[in-house]
């Protein structure tokens, strides 16, 4: 049994890999998985027929030219629904293919050879099974890889798996290349979609080169009782922006729009396109980082790289001077820097939307220089799995 926990490494309690318990609970999926009521799949699903056709995320199909036809279909998926699926991105199938093929096969490795990769709550880096260190607390039915790739001075090959071989670093590599080149672009269609220069966004994030990306692979295994758990918690993504890569065949990201959860049907090879509390916050809610979920299956595992792009961690962010016109439209969030923003998530774990809301309220509150909490910099390594 050794071989499923990892008691040590600064968590509150023995980790509990998911793999391990899909193996071994039979039909029953043990109570910390259970979510309440309220949070199951069943909660606030979309009325039946409404997870394809219209009700879908927007497709965008990103082999235009960079002109204000492509800007302006980005811009309208992410004030409208937050994400679109990217089709004809520029990042080879091939490599996509590869990628996910390298991770698959890490998961498929035995239990002892992860273990060796085990995470700890200091740098979330490695092997992982939860988020947040709070005891006791509820849990998600996923466990997860993650490595950081952007600042360089981060990244540390050390922590990444040598395993199922070399392969993985090296398709981990070359399609982290690509897909900051992918949100790079996004970000100049963003600023376009806003009405700025080209380049107004990525400034923002610390320019090109300033800004800091990491990845979270997930891992969902079978699970006996899909109905009652979830692969990850509602939430929105903290950071700036996410490309995430799922299973072609396997459904099972949810989005919320308009009070319902719709599952999003993936096209092979697709980028899923999310944008993240720091990019709203940015563009003063102009476009919105939507909350997201992960159902599972009792049928079929499920893989997902989730990319995260997100600005320099030092650099306090608040809305973007241009946006702001009071008092029609206030500022709508003080200042704070990516690094102090995610520091919370790390400690709380994942709660829906609320950190982003609680800021909102404070602002609303006081005058943005009242409640500024710019910091000094701190270069401390990027903490939660996002
Ligand atoms: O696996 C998925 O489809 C989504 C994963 C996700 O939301 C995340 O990693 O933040």
Redesign the pocket.
């Known amino acids: 049994m050794s071989s499923c926990f990892n008691g040590g490494a600064g968590w509150p309690e023995p980790v509990v890999r998911v793999q391990t318990v899909s193996d071994s609970c039979g039909s029953t999926i043990p109570e910390r998985y259970v979510k309440a009521p309220s949070e199951r799949p069943s909660s606030l699903a979309a009325p039946s027929g409404d997870g394809g056709g219209l009700n879908n995320i927007p497709v965008v199909d990103m082999s235009m030219p960079d002109g204000e036809e492509t800007a302006r279909a980005v811009a309208a998926a992410c004030r409208e629904w937050g994400f679109f699926q990217a089709v004809n991105h520029g990042v080879r199938p091939e490599l996509l293919r590869r990628a996910r093929a390298a991770w698959r096969g890490f998961f498929a490795q035995p239990a002892e050879a992860r273990e060796v990769y085990a995470n700890s709550p200091a740098t979330y880096e490695g092997y992982g099974s939860r988020l947040g260190t709070a005891k006791g607390g509820p849990l998600d039915w ?1 466990d ?1 890889y993650f490595l950081h790739l952007l600042p360089a001075a981060l990244k540390s090959h050390d922590k990444w798996p040598s395993l199922p071989h070399a392969g993985l670093r090296e398709a981990t590599e070359e399609y982290a290349e690509e897909v900051v080149q992918l949100c790079r672009r996004v970000m100049r269609l963003l600023s376009r979609g806003l009405g700025l220069d080209d380049g107004r966004l990525q400034a923002a994030f610390g320019g090109v080169g300033g800004e800091g990306a990491c990845m ?1 692979v ?1 891992f ?1 295994p079978r699970c006996p009782q899909p109905e009652l758990t979830l ?2 918690a509602s ?1 929105s ?1 903290p950071g700036g922006m ?1 490309m ?1 890569l ?1 299973d072609d065949h396997v459904r ?2 949810q989005v919320r729009n308009a009070g319902h959860w719709i599952t ?1 049907d993936p096209v092979p090879d697709a980028f ?1 396109v999310n944008i993240g509390d720091q990019i709203q916050v940015l563009s003063n809610a102009v476009y919105k980082s939507v909350e ?3 159902t599972v299956s009792a049928a079929e595992e ?1 893989l ?1 790289l ?1 990319f ?1 792009y997100n600005p320099r961690s030092d650099l306090p962010l608040a809305p973007m001077p241009e946006l702001v016109a009071p008092p029609a439209r206030p500022a709508l969030y003080p200042p704070m820097t990516f690094d102090e923003y995610r520091d919370h998530i790390r400690r709380r774990g994942l709660s829906g939307k609320a950190q982003l809301q609680s800021l909102q309220m404070a602002t609303t509150c006081a005058p943005p220089a009242a409640t500024a909490s710019s910091s000094s910099s701190s270069s401390s390594p990027s903490t939660l ?2």
Do not use: E, K, Q
């Open positions: 996923g997860y979270r997930n969902y692969g990850v939430h993504d996410t995430l799922v099972g990201l999003v899923i997201h979920r992960v499920r997902s989730a995260f799995a996002s």
